[in-house]
Every structure is written in C-alpha cells, then in structure tokens.
C-alpha cells in the first residue's frame, strides 16, 4: 500500500538522512519514478524533505525532523519474532542480546499485537544448519569482529584449502554466514577479496584505521560474488530417467542445488532429471552407485562409458 511505502520512505531517510532514489527504489522494490512521485506526496503533505541531483544528491530530510509514526503492522511484528537462527546469534556473541530486545519490543506491543508474534513463533521456526554440515570453529569471529567495528586493520595467518598458510593484512569491510559457515569480506592489496573464517588463524586487529571504499554494500557485494561464484563452478550436466520411488533417495544424497530440472512422470512411471556434476567421473561413481535403476540418457560420452565399464565388470567376473 502507498501510505505504508511512504512511511517507510520517511523512516529510511530519518535513519540514513540522505539517500538516493536508485537506493530506496531497491530497497522497497519500486520503480524510481514511484520514489519520485512519493517524495512529491510527503512534500505536499509537509514533510521537508527535498531532493538534489549531481554528485552526493539524492533524497534528504533534514538532520532536526524526527517522526513518532513508527507502529508496526500485523506482517512485520510477524517477521521480527520468526525464530533467529541462534547459532549464528551465538558466534557473534549476540543471543543473549537479542533475546533481551525481543522480550522489550514484545513488553513494548499493545496486547492485540503480542498475539500476532506469538502466532509466528509457534508456527515457523528458522533452522539455519544443513543435514550434512556440522558448525565450523570460528575462534578468529571476535577479532575480526572489533576490527570491523572499529574500521581498524587486522592481520592474521590464513590456512588455505591446500593446507599451505599465507599472512595476510586486510582492511575488513563485513562479515557473511552462509548456512552455518562465516565468510569475511575485506581488501586486500587493493582487491576486496573474501575468506573463510574458519581458515583464520591468529588474528590481530591493529590500531591502524582505514577508509571503506565509497559506495560499497556487503548485501550488494555478496549477491554478485555468490553469483560469480556458482557461474565458475566446474559443469557436467547429465540428464537421466528413474523411477519416481527414487527421487526422493536421489535428493537426500546429492548436494542442494544439483538437481536442475525434473520432469513430469510418465506412462511407465518415471521421470526425467537434469542433474549437475563437477566432472564425469563424478557422475559416473554416483550413477553407479544405483544400479540399473538409472538410465542416462545424455551425454552420449557417459552412457557408452558405463556401458564399458559394466562390460569390463560382467567378463572380470564371469
């Protein structure tokens, strides 16, 4: 509704002050010429808020201006007291903190509205682990943590896949969980790079301070990296026919996301499944792994090769 995306304009420009319309169009997912056209509406309703163009323009309210309009609807009382994953709360040390807040905000409700958060947390709870994950030691969060908040360097020994340990000295711009797995953004000779954190090995945080680059957005930055990184990924599609009793055992033991299509079943009840592989042999030990119940139907280079392979297996026997 516009009378709740103009309250939220209000309230993003009474925290940030100044903002683009580019910016608050992506944040209330809207065209920016409805950003203008809403700016136009507060203005006329009394609102001093203004707008400039050319370098550090954008949508500004005034630094004195404060509003009281802050009530919440039935909606975002529900998302703020879906369960947090609290693991993650814990690595930053913050559950304890964000259960405080919560028993606030929830005291702070009128009694109409603690109704509305209690029914969504006694209906969707937020589990954060993977089935085949088990959490990671990350003894470097605190660290990298005081860094990040003190916009201060930080220097620490980091242990990479191959086992071999490289120093490192890094401007830290933020901090990502991934499931349960913390990443560290920061640059790096110029670069901004990302790291795991578990990888980290003593971390110390220097009195060296240091200037985030202009403009720079961890949520922004993590999309386009996390998209770069799935487009390098190694690709081996196979397309396949199996019974449609087996798709479920086929989804619990093949990584989430490998499954790029599934057809409808058909006459015989079986259906077709797209599924991506890093490689062929990695295919080919899964596939096996099933017997004759899987039929691959591309590539043509993996069929005859399990063909071969099974006939190798069936004259070794004999």
Sequence with gaps: MRADRLLSILLLLQTHRRMTAGELARRLEVSERTIYRDMDALSAAGVPVSMSRGTGGGCVLPEGYRTNLTGLNEGEIQSLFLATPARLL??????????????????ALPSVSRRDAEYARQRIHVDAAGWHRSGEVVAALPALQEAIWRERTVR???????????????????????????????????????????????????????????????????????????????????????????????????????????????????????????????????????????????????????????????????
């Design 90 to 107: 814990a690595d930053l040390g913050l559950r304890q903190a964000a259960e405080g807040a919560l028993i606030k905000l929830l005291a």
């Design 156 to 318: 620490f020994t980091y242990e990479r896949s191959d086992g071999a340990r490289a120093e490192r000295r890094v401007d830290p711009l933020g901090l990502v969980a991934k499931g349960r797995v913390w990443y560290l953004v920061a640059v790096a000779e110029g670069d901004i790079r990302t790291y795991r954190v578990s990888r980290v090995r003593d971390a110390c945080v220097t009195d060296e301070p240091y200037t985030r680059p202009e403009g720079f957005d961890l949520a922004t930055y993590w999309e386009q990296s996390s998209a770069d990184f799935v487009a390098a990924l190694p690709r081996y599609p196979v397309t396949m026919r199996v019974p449609i009793g087996l798709l479920s055992p086929i989804r619990s033991t093949l990584p989430p996301g490998r499954i790029e299509q599934t057809g409808e079943p058909d006459a015989e009840g079986r259906i077709t499944l797209r599924v991506r592989f890093d490689i062929m042999e990695e295919a080919a030990g899964y596939i096996f792994r099933f017997g004759t119940q899987l039929e691959v139907l591309e590539p043509v280079e993996l069929r005859d090769w399990l063909a071969r392979t099974a006939a190798s297996v069936a004259a070794f026997s004999a």
